[in-house]
């Protein structure tokens, strides 16, 4: 049995169970495409169901042994129907965050132009969210991208005192890496001229030495988090509702929870309980902040839908901001940065070892966020040291981005055993910005470099990253196929893969990846 879902119809499934000819189906469904993602049986006719388990896959004659007086015959009427997709990786309850926030995306996702739309859509949400804004005593905002809006540059906090200058405004950047507050936001969190910055992060400032709002890495967590944690319990569920269901509408039938904490596992764990989830959810708590919680938690076993499945830990930041540590200098950076400047890591070489190592000798799955070429020079060193030493121990070790690769890389991920997931959005989101500013013209064709990871035949997983983008299924699909950019640029048509390759790393792939390929990814009778 493999969990699936009709397109914008998702099914989920109970455990796997073995069926007979003589069970007595639920439905049948039938009258249009079956992509079983199954190598050994590509398409079908029909599938049969009951109790959210596949009795059969086959041709329609083959349903009759299935159908009886009770069984529903679901006509497809010419659509696709697909296993459920997996998120290789995303964060459902901050997914959430931007389901309930005002929407600072630019087009097609959203509205935001330059910073006169940024501020109009502000003050628009805060008045139609009034009762929000006043039990959370904050005006929030997710998605501005420097890189859409007009002017090419950061709001500053000058721009966001025009929203309000009384209640704490802080709009968050679509790569979640950094953000902006208003003075109050600023001046309740403590940031004055005389802050230094936190390891790991940066306070930017104008001219006169102030803080200008921006804010990066480390440093902005030091800002959202205690403003979030505000919210308590109550507030945190309504992000895990309503990530979740976002995640479904768009036919995710698991989700990921991909640098979570004790404290939003304990509120999914309370949601799942209410029945509240309509999809499953891993979650990796950080490892740095959270190692006894993630060891005494880790699972294989899902209960009420949650379940943690091991470690995340983050190197660097992001690439179409600039905080991504590269190997060499950026390309033409936007904004105030010295010459040869080439991004930072957030931890250091000390910490990603001991991390590593942790989880090597636990044999517990880690997944390393690392975008930049230096990022993934620190990773590879850290797993080869761990596997001199534990071995492998089976643990699956999980590249997350890996924005900017060199091929020697790629062919180092394989020798290690590495699952890379990786974010072909890019192409579309900023695939224009690589080329331009980033990594430069040359290096931007191999971005995400899904036909690298082909040639070298391993499997990997495509991702979405919400609420980085919405968990929009079928841009994922399309960004791994085409590779388009905004402006209309193919970028990099080597690294494109087909159709069905593309499926894969939104199914199959990643339930290999959660080790859950035995009963998510097709559609098959096991």
């Not at 308590?232 to 992000?239: C, I, K, S, T, V």
């Not at 230096?374 to 590879?380: F, K, P, Q, R």
């Amino acid at each position: 049995m493999r969990i699936f879902s009709v397109p914008f119809i998702v099914l989920a499934a109970l455990s796997p169970l073995s069926a007979t000819s003589q069970e007595i189906a639920d439905t049948i469904y039938s009258g249009g495409p079956i992509l079983t993602i199954n190598d050994e049986q590509p398409s079908a006719e029909a599938v049969a169901v009951r109790d959210g388990r596949i009795l059969a896959v086959g041709s329609l004659a083959d349903m009759a042994a299935h159908q009886g007086d009770g069984t529903t015959v679901f006509d497809l009427a010419g659509r696709a129907m697909l296993p459920g997709f997996v998120d290789s990786h995303g964060h459902v309850v901050m997914g959430g965050l931007q389901a309930l926030s005002a929407n600072m995306l630019a087009p097609p996702d959203g509205e935001v132009t330059d910073i006169a739309s940024l501020q109009a859509t502000l003050t628009a949400w805060a008045e139609a969210n009034a009762e929000a804004v006043e039990n959370a005593n904050m005006i929030i905002g997710f998605g501005y991208d420097n890189a859409q809006l007009a002017e090419l540059q950061h709001p500053t906090r000058q721009d966001l005192d025009a929203v309000s200058t009384t209640i704490p405004v802080v709009i968050i950047h679509q790569s979640g890496h950094l953000g902006v507050g208003n003075s109050k936001a600023l001046e309740m969190a403590g940031i004055t001229a005389e802050s230094e910055a936190p390891p790991g992060g940066v306070i930017q400032r104008d001219e006169n030495g102030e803080p200008n709002g921006v804010l990066e890495e480390y440093a902005f967590f030091a800002l959202l988090v205690p403003l979030l944690g505000d919210l308590g319990e109550d507030g945190l569920a309504e992000f895990a509702r309503a990530g979740s269901a976002l995640w479904a509408r768009f036919g995710y039938t698991t989700g990921q929870e991909g640098r979570s904490s004790g404290e939003i596992v304990e509120v999914l764990k309370k949601v799942g309980a209410d029945g509240e989830l309509p999809i499953d959810v891993v979650a990796f708590p950080d490892v740095l902040e959270a190692q006894d919680y993630i060891g005494s938690n880790v699972s294989e076993d899902y209960t009420n839908r949650i379940r943690v499945g091991g470690c995340k830990l983050t190197i660097d930041g992001s690439p179409q901001g600039f905080t991504a540590l590269r190997d060499r200098p950026y390309y033409d950076p936007v904004g105030s940065y010295p010459a040869g400047y080439a991004g930072y890591s957030a931890i250091t070489m000390e910490q990603l070892q001991g991390a590593v190592n942790w989880c090597y000798e636990n044999g517990i799955q880690i997944l390393v966020h690392s975008n930049g070429e230096g990022a993934s020079d620190m990773l590879i060193a850290a797993l080869e040291e761990a596997q001199m030493k534990y071995g492998d121990p089976g643990n699956r070790p999980v590249l997350i981005h890996g924005q900017f690769l060199r091929e020697d890389q790629v062919a180092s991920f394989k020798r290690l055993g590495v699952f890379p997931s990786v974010f072909p959005m890019h192409t579309f989101y900023w695939g224009d910005w690589h080329r331009d500013h980033t990594v430069g013209p040359i290096n931007g064709e191999n971005i995400s470099p899904t036909g690298w990871i082909r040639e070298r035949e391993m499997m990997f997983g495509t991702h979405h990253d919400a609420p980085v983008a919405l968990p929009d299924s079928m841009r994922v699909l399309a960004a791994t196929v085409t590779r388009r950019t905004r402006s209309g640029d193919i970028l990099g048509p080597h690294q494109r893969v087909d159709v069905m390759t593309a499926l894969k790393a939104m199914t199959i792939w990643p339930a290999w990846q959660h080790f859950e390929e035995d009963h998510k990814g097709s559609i098959e009778v096991v």
